[in-house]
């Protein structure tokens, strides 16, 4: 199959228009440009400023030169009564001072000669105060003004006025710019095609290392220190090793991380996937496993995460040397969920893939120590088929999903390869469990009840309320096909506190009619889990007035045993308050009776298969008579279940057995139903002494 992903970014990148990107010496060149503009401006902002004193300075020394050259050579005409001479004086000293003018008047401020005059002079007073004062200037009308005394041997001859026009700082400063420019740009224009060779060369270790790195081939682990002797550059290259070496490890440790599982060491999800999408797209047959652990949840709760990390480690390792005894020619193993491992095992037969399974299933339910402590762990397993059952590595997981569904649903050996009838049954399922909840939300659940009867005297004692499922179009669907199913979905505890009510308030309303009559309710180990339970057991004998000596819980001997000490705690509470317990379908569990006895129970009701096989296995009668004489030894009520015929009855009570429960007595009703036949009732005692 082709990489579309390898191959997109390398067409992006042939698409791009190629950009012809500036060189080393070129970018250095740039630089010197641009630092040299710079520079020029702020010098041309700077210096006016700067300057504003001098150029002030520079126009005093204007004013004053031209007044006091004005004055002297007019002095000298005046001494020598050579007025006349003056006119030619002003004449040439303005022409002389572009910009300038000047004035010069008699003793008593009689206008002599004038040059240069655009504007009016300031007035006598003025001039004589600035005549009086070698180091004044005037500002006035733009101009700037300097007076001066012709001195003759008797006294003063006349004045000489002197002005000078300053021009504009903005036009002093323009014309600054405009210079600068200029001989900016011409040395630019010069030194440019000599700077850029001066920046190639001085640049060319660099430039040539740059073009080294840019062609590097990624696979190139040579040292790039190695490949210049430059004496600057070398220290500098091997840094770039260095980071280069770091920045490589740490990319290894991410990309670990990211497909490790942290716990088992093993594969994680995605890279499980990705190499299940591998082997699936090359085509040859393989099949794909998932183990799946039983109520692993269970496991982290008792024993706390670390222990439960460790079991799923030790489990790990297990399969791992169950898969490697396998004759094939490799395996992948990953932790594809908290607690599922998915297993890749390419082509062998599946007989040979059974065998795996069993060895697995065997060896991980061998118990391990962990921590000082026991844990037990059994798992189920779904496989499927590549390419029968399907091609790509999605479909192969669902598939396995589905076999594995079917797996957790099998008492004994929960193992299943996925077949075509199963993705059916999965879907009915799914319909089932759509329905199943619909259908609590609709109160379509009821209880019905069934007589428990004594067996010597034929007296009616109590009833087990049994849950049953009746749906919108008439049928009637038994406990047996949706309890597991709200199990599984969470809903067995909303379906149990409504059987738990219904069955607190019937048997509330057979002891208001003078009935006394105890009622007894399947709980289920899921129940447990609700930390509510206790609470609305309390509540419905509350709600109901039930007196709690009247309420009997049952639990199947298998739930007992699988965790004496949790059923033990939810009990005690529960049997403090009176409420008697009984342990249900007793002979199925595999129970040690020691562990049993620890429990809190009052009844043991004995499992309907035992009644039932009474009269056909040899065995049976056995069986019963060992349940029913420990049972009195532990001075415990016993509860036959299933007794069908009058002949097992009178077994059961010879072999002092205390209560019968069946269709010989009466199936399961609905409440109004089992007022009717209690209002009827004739007892039926057994016979000890039938043959
Ligand atoms: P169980 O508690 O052992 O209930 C006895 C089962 O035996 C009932 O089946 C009852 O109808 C059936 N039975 C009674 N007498 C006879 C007889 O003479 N012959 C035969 N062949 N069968 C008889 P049902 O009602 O189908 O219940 C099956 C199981 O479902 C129950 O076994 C119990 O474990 C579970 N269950 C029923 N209701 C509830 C409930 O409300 N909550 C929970 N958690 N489980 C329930
Ligand atoms: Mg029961
Ligand atoms: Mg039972």
Redesign the pocket.
């Known amino acids: 199959m082709p990489d579309k992903s390898a191959k997109r970014p390398r067409e992006r990148k042939e698409k791009r228009p190629a950009k012809r990107r500036l060189g080393l010496a070129g970018r250095v060149t740039l630089i010197a440009i641009c630092a040299a503009l710079v520079a020029t401006l702020a010098q041309w902002i700077a210096t006016p400023i700067l300057a504003q004193g001098e150029v002030r300075r520079q126009q005093v020394i204007a004013v004053t030169s031209g007044v006091n050259l004005l004055a002297d050579v007019s002095a000298l005409h005046a001494r020598a009564g050579r007025w006349s001479e003056v006119p030619a004086l002003v004449d040439a000293l303005t022409d002389g001072l572009p910009g300038g003018q000047s004035a010069v008047f008699d003793a008593d401020w009689k206008l002599i000669a004038r040059d240069g005059a655009t504007s009016a002079l300031p007035p006598v007073k003025s001039l004589q105060d600035l005549a009086a004062d070698r180091e004044a200037v005037l500002d006035g009308d733009g101009r700037v003004f300097a007076a001066r005394v012709l001195e003759g041997a008797t006294g003063t001859l006349g004045y000489a006025v002197f002005s000078f026009e300053p021009r504009p700082a903005l036009q002093i400063w323009l014309g600054i710019v405009l210079l600068n420019a200029m001989v900016l740009v011409v040395a630019l224009a010069v030194l440019a095609p000599f700077l850029v060779p001066i920046a190639s060369r001085a640049l060319k270790p660099v430039t040539d290392l740059e073009r080294g790195i840019r062609k590097r081939d990624a696979k190139d682990k040579s040292k790039l220190a190695d490949s210049s002797d430059d004496r600057l550059l070398k220290p500098l290259l091997a840094a770039i090793d260095e980071v280069h070496d770091r920045s490589e490890a740490a990319m290894r440790r991410a990309l670990t991380m990211a497909y490790t599982d942290p716990v088992t060491r093993l594969p994680n999800r995605l890279r499980f996937v990705s190499k299940l999408d591998a082997t699936a797209a090359a085509g040859a047959p393989f099949h794909l496993v998932i183990c799946d652990l039983d109520r692993f949840r269970q496991v982290n709760v008792t024993f706390g995460p670390r222990v439960a990390d460790m079991a799923l480690a030790a489990v790990a390792e297990r399969l791992r040397a169950c898969a490697s005894r396998l004759q094939t020619s490799g395996f992948f193993l990953g932790r594809i969920g908290a607690d599922q491992f998915g297993i890749i095992l390419p082509s062998v037969e599946q007989s040979a893939i059974t065998e795996f399974l069993m060895a697995a299933e065997k060896a991980i339910s061998e118990s391990m120590m962990l921590e000082e402590e026991q844990v037990r762990i059994t798992a189920s397993f779904g496989a499927a088929r590549a390419p029968e059952d399907a091609a790509t590595g999605a479909d192969l997981l669902k598939l396995a999903e589905v076999a594995l569904k079917e797996a957790k649903g099998q008492t004994g050996a929960r193992r299943a390869f996925f077949d075509k009838g199963l993705l059916a049954k999965a879907r009915a399922k799914s319909k089932l469990e759509e329905e199943l909840r619909e259908g609590l939300e609709r109160g379509e659940f009821v209880?019905?009840f069934?007589p428990k009867v004594k067996l010597e005297s034929g007296e009616l004692v109590g009833a087990?309320?049994?849950?049953?499922w009746r749906r919108p179009d008439g049928a009637v669907v038994?406990?047996?096909v949706f309890?597991p199913i709200a199990e599984e979905l969470g809903l067995?505890h909303t379906?149990?506190k409504s059987?738990m009510r219904d069955a607190c308030f019937a048997a509330a309303g057979w002891n208001a009619k003078g009935i006394v009559s105890s009622v007894a309710?399947?709980?289920?180990p899921h129940?447990f889990d609700d930390p509510d339970f206790i609470n609305s057991v309390d509540q419905a004998l509350d709600d109901s007035g039930l007196d709690p000596k009247l309420l009997e819980l049952?639990i199947?001997e298998s739930a007992a045993v699988a965790d004496p000490d949790r059923v033990a705690r939810i009990m005690w509470p529960l049997r403090n308050r009176g409420v008697r317990l009984a342990i249900?379908?007793f002979g199925t569990g595999h129970s040690n009776f020691a562990s049993i006895t620890r429990l809190p129970f009052d009844v043991f009701?004995i499992?309907?298969q035992f009644v039932?096989a009474l009269s056909t296995d040899p065995h049976a009668p056995a069986i019963v008579e060992m349940i029913l004489a420990m049972a009195e030894a532990l001075g415990q009520e016993t509860v036959a279940?299933?007794?069908?015929t009058k002949e097992q009855a009178d077994f059961l009570l010879r072999r002092a057995c205390t209560i019968g429960?069946?269709?010989?007595y009466s199936?399961?009703l609905p409440a109004d139903e089992f007022d009717a036949f209690v209002r009827s009732y004739r007892p039926r005692p057994a016979d000890r002494f039938a043959a």
């Open positions: 209880a019905v069934q087990e309320a049994l849950a049953r038994s406990p047996g309890v067995i379906l149990g059987v309710v399947n709980v289920s129940q049952e199947t249900d379908d009701k499992d309907q039932r279940e299933g007794v069908e429960q069946g269709y010989y199936p399961p």
